[in-house]
């Protein structure tokens, strides 16, 4: 699984480094393509030279070293790399990728890059523990990086714990299970659009309109979506459920501001599932000040919202659009007449009345329709729904997929 894939290995200072001398060896022994990048602190402990050897390439170790000028160093290595491999990745070069931060070969490189990045933590076992150190692996896990744990024993600071960089054998097993499974993702180099949530609509400074909808559907949708290889855009009404790993997230609050985002990002999806529940009305009048209690009733003039979905419907081109039509009466004639109206490719159809099947549950019974087909799913958690809509999708799609 290895051979003849382009491996970056971003090397940061820390003891650890000697462990990246033979990882290098071993993946080239394997039949990877590897290339070196190292941080001003590595070299403290090996040479470039050492690396320049094991690798058959050169070594990149400054951000203002341009051999060829025809390429931009830290650009080119990252859209070379088919994987990059941070390791071993210190808790500074961890709080950098969490806040950002480019001042160095390494940390450009990580920036500049769309392949995968798998991060091998080796460190002191206080620092592995400290909150702020937690803190920035979790941030960098939520967008999209995944760990290779380090291992626990005795670390060479003398203190005896979890920090050990793991095993340069074990680095390759690694890669070669993540391999292993990047060849089946029918989705991979495909970009998806998914909505999610409720929107908000403001009547004053401290009431709005909005629905019942948690938005746990669509971010169901979304995780499935990565874990599928895509590369995905959750754009999502206000929800506390917690963003999927790996997605590009775009907050939003109104209907105008999901219409926006959403038209923003259709010309380069492949598929597009709307799951929001958008708000089809908004007060035609906001105030700016708290509307004060007053005898008698209060009428408020609402006006339409955008449509959203009917405008994807009419400037569809190649994208394969699949949207949610939740009902409480006659579910599948309903969904059936949106599906045409909107010139939709599939409607998720659900009566919000039947129990554990509306807004805000952990499970949902849905139609999966097709102008060809109607296939209806049992009650199952909302992480299977996504899963076998996926399903529906890439057949409808004629893409070879099996459901593990």
Not at 66 to 95: F, L, Q, Y
Not at 276 to 304: C, H, M, W
Request: hydrophobic share 40%; net charge neutral; aromatic share 6%.
């Amino acid at each position: 699984m290895i051979a003849g894939k382009n491996v970056l290995l971003c090397v940061t200072g820390g003891i650890a480094v000697f462990k990246a001398t033979a990882l290098t060896s071993k993946l080239v022994q394997a039949g990877a393509n590897v290339k070196v990048a190292m941080s001003k602190s590595a070299k403290e402990f090996v040479t470039p030279l050492t690396f320049q050897t094991l690798s058959r390439n050169i070594v990149y170790d400054d951000t203002f070293s341009e051999n060829d000028p025809k390429v931009v160093a830290h650009i080119d290595i990252a859209d070379w790399a088919d994987v990059v491999v941070v390791a071993p990745a210190t808790a500074n070069m961890i709080g950098k990728l969490a806040n950002g931060i480019a001042d160095d070969m390494i940390s450009t490189t990580l920036l500049a890059t769309t392949a995968p990045v798998l991060v091998a933590p080796a460190m002191n076992v206080h620092m592995y523990e400290h909150p702020a150190v937690e803190r920035n692996m979790k941030r960098i896990q939520q967008d999209g990086y995944q760990f290779i744990e380090p291992n626990e024993g005795y670390l060479a600071c003398g203190y005896v714990g979890k920090g050990r960089l793991a095993e340069p054998e074990d680095i390759v097993a690694y890669l070669t299970s993540f391999f292993a499974k990047e060849k089946d993702k029918p989705l991979q180099n495909k970009h998806v659009l998914i909505t999610a949530g409720p929107t908000q609509e403001k009547i004053d400074p401290v009431r709005f309109i909005s629905n019942h909808s948690s938005g746990k559907m669509g971010y169901a949708l979304a995780k499935e979506a990565v874990a599928l290889g895509a590369n995905v855009t959750l754009i999502s009404g206000p929800s506390s459920l917690d963003v999927p790993k790996g997605v590009a997230f775009v907050p939003v609050v109104t209907a105008e501001e999901m219409y926006e985002a959403v038209i923003k990002a259709y010309p380069t999806s492949d598929f597009v599932i709307k799951s929001a529940a958008v708000s089809d009305y908004r007060p035609k009048q906001t105030y700016s000040q708290k509307v004060k209690k007053q005898e008698g009733p209060l009428s408020i003039e609402f006006e339409r919202t955008l449509d959203i979905l009917k405008t994807l419907g009419e400037n569809k081109r190649n994208q394969m659009l699949v949207g949610f039509a939740a009902e409480s009466q006659q579910v599948e004639h309903y969904a059936k007449d949106k599906l045409k109206r909107k010139n939709l490719d599939m409607i998720i159809a659900n009566d919000i009345t039947e129990k554990g099947a509306g807004f805000g549950s952990d499970t949902n019974r849905v139609l999966i329709i097709t102008e060809e087909d109607v296939k209806p799913l049992p009650l199952l958690p909302k992480q299977e729904v996504a899963a076998e809509i996926w399903k529906e999708i890439i057949a409808h799609k004629g893409m070879a997929y099996d459901v593990c």
